[in-house]
């Protein structure tokens, strides 16, 4: 798990605003560098936004918004 990118369990509730702000709060860190703050061995909506962005850097507004519908629709099928 020391990629950060592995976690244990899928905490990942239904979207609400304050997720999508979290996952954009979580990219935004990673981006200035910011350590997580938290475990990682729990995915969350802030968690997966701090993932990504460690792994993309900073990305235009439609590329992020992009890659959370797509994680969203994945969750989602993934709960189906």
């Known amino acids: 798990m020391s990629d950060g990118l592995a976690y244990d369990v899928d905490s990942r509730e239904e ?3 304050g997720q999508k702000a979290a996952f954009k709060e979580g990219w935004a860190r990673a981006v200035d560098g910011a350590d ?4 990682l061995a729990e995915l969350t909506w ?3 936004g701090w993932r ?3 792994l993309f850097g900073d990305a235009p507004k439609h590329l992020k918004d992009d890659l959370f519908e797509w ?4 969750r989602d099928a993934a709960e189906s």
């Open 15 to 17: 979207l609400t605003k």
């Open 36 to 39: 997580h703050d938290g475990d």
């Open 46 to 48: 802030q968690s997966l």
């Open 52 to 54: 990504l962005g460690t």
């Open 71 to 74: 994680c969203l629709a994945q």
